[in-house]
């Protein structure tokens, strides 16, 4: 038997599997946008064909990051902004993994930014879904880097001075080769992006948009959201790095005026991944590093045989 | 040391190929039968700037840098010559001869490169006056001209190799070999012919000194010549690390080169990522997947990675990590060692600290304690992080390679197989219970599994968490869980008492009086107390390699048996004496403190200065050293 039989096993899943046995203890307030996000990621694993064992989803702090407890596969709740560098070295340590990282706002453009950028930029093979909802949740309602300009919170008691990020700009930006945007009021597209982004062989930006009702009742979450691939209007080829440029910049500047586009902005099927422009470089195991640990034939080399005889 | 020895120190400026040329030099004499041992200086600047390595060799075993030196080869520092006069560098041609001049032995020989200097820089230094009140013997060589007339200028490091062959009666063979070894065409030849000529010349003058290369015994074949750092990067191979991460910061950077120049070698993946922060994470992930994995950094870098250290610790995640101590606080200085990032390493990160830190004495034990890190590190399911400094890491000395042919091993410690898997507890949300208050076999290591594996299912994350990982708050599974991840250190302790104890006992075990040191400067003190015995004192000495868990028994019993021990480390408050008081709990009134903290590591004869005055109860005469007396006394 391999060491990880659950990888790639061949059978039917069910998005139940993906629910815990017990009732994790509640978390999540009643109406928050966050359920959406874990509704639509239990109904992308059976689409994709997944079954919990091989799943591995790494969590960041926050709301956000209590995904793991509503959501049955190997999980890691990491710390605040970190589970992207803990969720890639897992995927290059056993790129046999499914992948999938999940934070708020606050952790991946906030504190965790750096990480995002250098994420995106190599084009790890996995997903990154941010919960956006516009604030702080867990720690009560603080601006955070996606409140609009002007928003009042106890730590910015005159409003914020500062412009919103751009995350979907900075994603292409920084270098993400599939970058889309969902929201939890839209079970049915949440559903198709995340199988899709999951799919995708590289770095799968999806900033999805999550109301929070305790904490940012101002918010736009609430308005419909126009599907750019649905739409006519939007006659939009996902291949053309400079249309999606475009589009998120006016999505971007219109985001908190009332018009909010979600969809797939840019999808390069053409990048390689970071596994395999590092395999092309000889620097990436063939097969998967962690399989040699529990394989008894595994050879050892030792140091003394290969690298000693520079020294003597 | 009884026999007789060469301390050879050669003089330039940063980027003229002094460490190059050193290691060769140094690799010569180890050809030849000598034991050697380098000491490096460097400033923290690429190019130009007063820099000096030492090699010392002798027939009997060298341990550190030893006391002063008996040849300087001064190169000039051929980046100080500055196109814009009065520009930052400065005119500082002269300074590889006139700042080594103060340590210099009496009887020593001074070998520059005349053709670099000015003859009034020569003059102010009243080098004949000098040299005669210590009876230097002093030969001015234009190093620069012959380099120029048989090779190119770049070549007088040769010229001076050959200068000094010349003058200690040494065989260039060895050196003719490695220049044949390291190099090839037109550069290999210019270089023997410059190793040749130099060597014919200097040979013709006359000589009026009496020192010469010691004599040595036949050569060991087997061997070898490395680094604190090589010894580190290549335990952590042989004990199955195929993962590193990091990013460059100085001297944690070598570790990190080596095992990035090695790994894909090796089948094993190295990454240099945007952080301290993401290195430690990207350790983390790798392990949690099922890689034997590492990371590291220096003070600064270190301090970065103090939260994803406690995530480690919290979701207990093996991890190894290599902390490369320079002078702080801060960026402190970059190319400077210092013992000042103990407590850093010890407690850093939120909560009580559940780790395993180990601090080599050694180039030996920068293998062995690695091995032992990863070892422990997954057997029980802890972060281990290994201690050393700049000294270490720079630090050549040659050793046996018999030392280094161990098994190899990829043991993953104690994860399960899907067998294994299958018969164990599993909670019923359906997830494996990787977090068991009483694992069945009665340790306090509850068996984990690794994603990928069928039914394994579990949660890791920083925050409390019940048995299958789920985040709880609940007072009595917190008890539980705290008592288990701390109870580990125990276990470890009587694992490595009953296996693998590291502390190093030097000296005559009925001595009165004690020296009690950790890490790099083990050797130094060593050389020390053997040379206070010679003297008629009763020393000995306990060098301590593992700190935390601390071995508080081994030390307890140590210090009943001396009257007074002296703390040596290189900080300015003593860390390790603080320790030693807080583990074991008495002995107070017994410890004082011998400190040194200006950025160069004691040498032997500043031991027993600092002993001699210790005892004598006189006020030390060194200014580069701090002594602080017992408290109560
Ligand atoms: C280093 C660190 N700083 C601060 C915190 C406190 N903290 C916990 S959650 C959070 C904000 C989370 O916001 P976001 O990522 O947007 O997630 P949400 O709660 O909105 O889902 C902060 C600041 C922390 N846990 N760690
Ligand atoms: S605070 Fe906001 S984000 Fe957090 S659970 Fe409640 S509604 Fe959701």
């Known amino acids: ?312 | 040391m009884t026999g007789q020895e060469l301390i050879w120190r050669i003089a330039g400026g940063s980027g003229d190929g002094i460490d190059s040329t050193s290691q060769n030099f140094a690799k010569a004499l180890m050809r030849s039968g000598l034991d050697v041992f380098t000491h490096r200086h460097y400033p923290s600047r690429i190019r130009g700037g007063h820099t000096f390595v030492e090699v010392r060799a002798s027939n009997d075993d060298v341990r550190s840098r030893g006391d002063g030196y008996n040849f300087l080869l001064a190169l000039g520092d051929s980046f100080a010559r500055n196109p814009q006069e009065g520009a930052y560098y400065g005119n500082e041609e002269v300074k590889p001869l006139s700042e080594n001049l103060h340590d210099l032995r009496e009887g020593g020989v001074i070998v520059y490169d005349e053709g670099l200097l000015e003859e009034d820089d020569i003059a102010d230094l009243n080098l004949e006056e000098r040299a005669e009140e210590n009876d230097w013997h002093v030969y001015p060589l234009n190093l620069r001209e012959i380099a120029r007339e048989h090779g190119r200028e770049v070549m007088r490091n040769t010229a001076g190799v050959a200068a000094t062959a010349a003058l200690l009666g040494m065989d260039t063979s060895y050196f003719e070999e490695l220049i044949q070894e390291n190099m090839s065409g037109d550069v290999m030849e210019a270089n023997l012919k410059v190793l040749d000529q130099a060597y014919d010349e200097v040979s013709e003058m006359d000589h009026d000194h009496d020192l010469t290369i010691p004599e040595a015994e036949a050569h060991d074949e087997d061997q070898v010549l490395l680094s604190g750092s090589n010894a580190i990067a290549y335990g952590a191979l042989d004990e199955g690390c195929r993962f590193i991460s990091g990013y460059p910061m100085t001297p944690w950077t070598d570790v990190f080169t080596i095992m990035s120049q090695n790994l894909p070698k090796f089948g094993g993946i190295s990454e240099q990522v945007e952080d301290e922060i993401a290195a430690a994470s990207l350790a983390i992930g790798a392990s949690h997947a099922g890689v034997k994995a590492m990371s590291g950094s220096s003070g600064g870098g270190f301090a970065l990675m103090s939260e994803p250290l406690g995530l480690a610790e919290m979701t207990e995640t093996p991890v190894v990590l290599v902390e490369a101590m320079r002078a702080g606080p801060s960026t402190g200085m970059p190319t400077k060692p210092e013992q000042g990032d103990l407590e850093h390493v010890l407690y850093t990160s939120q909560g009580d600290s559940s780790r395993v830190v180990f601090a080599p004495g050694n180039l030996r034990e920068c293998y062995d304690q690695t091995r032992k890190a990863f070892e422990i590190a997954y057997d029980y399911q802890i972060p281990a992080i290994v201690v050393y400094d700049q000294k270490l890491q720079g630090e050549l000395r040659n050793v046996d390679e018999g030392f280094f042919d161990r098994e190899p091993s990829g043991d993953p410690g104690s994860v399960l197989t899907e067998e294994e898997i299958a018969e164990a507890a599993h909670h019923e949300s359906g997830k494996f219970q990787r977090f068991q208050h009483e694992p069945e076999d009665g340790s306090n290591v509850s068996p984990r599994s690794v994603p990928g594996q069928k039914d394994g299912r579990f949660l890791a994350t920083g925050n409390e968490h019940n048995e299958s990982g789920h985040i709880s708050e609940d007072p009595q599974n917190r008890v539980f869980q705290m008592d288990r991840r701390l109870g580990k250190l125990d276990d470890i302790r009587t694992d490595l008492d009953e296996n693998a104890s590291h502390q190093t006992y030097h000296g005559p075990e009925d001595a009165d009086h004690g020296i009690l040191v950790w890490g790099s400067h083990q050797d130094t003190v060593f050389e020390a107390v053997d040379r206070l015995n010679e003297n008629g004192h009763s020393v000995k000495a306990l060098g301590v390699s593992d700190l935390m868990p601390y071995p508080v028994e081994e030390v307890s019993e140590w210090l009943e048996s001396v009257d007074q021990a002296l703390v040596v480390e290189m900080n300015a408050t003593g860390q390790f004496r603080g320790l030693t008081q807080k583990e074991i709990g008495r002995f107070g009134p017994k410890l004082s403190s011998l400190l040194k903290y200006n950025g160069n590591p004691f040498e032997p004869h500043e031991i027993v200065e600092g002993f001699e005055s210790s005892i004598n109860g006189e006020e030390l005469a060194a200014n580069n050293m701090k002594y602080v007396p017992a408290a109560g006394d």
Not at chain 1, 238 to 264: C, F, N
Request: aromatic share 10%; glycine share 8%.
């Open chain 1, 1 to 312: 038997m391999s060491a990880f039989s659950a990888i790639g096993e061949e059978r039917e899943t069910d998005r139940d599997e993906f629910t815990p046995g017990i009732e994790p203890q509640a978390t999540w307030c009643p109406g928050c946008g966050d359920f959406g996000v874990l509704k639509a990621l239990k109904q992308a694993m059976p689409m994709v064909g997944k079954n919990p064992d091989e799943v591995a989803l790494f969590t960041g702090i926050g709301c956000s990051g209590k995904l793991n407890s509503y959501f049955e596969s190997y999980g890691f709740h990491t710390i605040h902004g970190r589970e992207l560098p803990v969720a890639r070295a897992a995927k290059l340590a056993n790129p046999e993994l499914e992948v999938i990282a999940a934070g708020g706002d606050g952790d991946n453009y906030g504190i965790g930014g750096n990480h995002f950028i250098h994420t995106a930029r190599e084009n790890h093979d996995m997903v990154s879904i941010v919960f956006n909802n516009e604030i702080f949740g867990l720690t009560k309602g603080q601006t955070s880097p996606t409140s609009p300009k002007g928003h009042k919170s106890k730590t910015q008691p005159s409003g914020s001075a500062k412009s919103p990020i751009r995350p979907l700009s900075l994603s292409l930006t920084a270098g993400a080769s599939y970058v889309a945007r969902t929201a939890a009021v839209n079970p049915n597209q949440a559903k198709e992006i995340l199988a899709e982004a999951i799919e995708h062989d590289g770095f799968a930006h999806v900033d999805f948009l999550t109301q929070c009702p305790t904490w940012n009742k101002d918010a736009k979450q609430y308005v419909p959201y126009t599907d750019i691939q649905q739409s006519d209007e939007y006659d939009h080829d996902v291949s053309d790095r400079q249309e999606a440029a475009e589009i998120m910049y006016e999505t971007e500047s219109k985001l908190y005026e009332g018009e909010v586009l979600t969809g797939r902005y840019y999808v390069d099927e053409d990048r390689p991944s970071y596994q395999e422009e590092k395999s092309a470089t000889g620097e990436m195991p063939d097969e998967p590093l962690a399989e040699r640990y529990f394989d008894e034939d595994a050879e050892w080399e030792r140091t003394a045989d290969e690298l000693l005889d520079y020294h003597k």
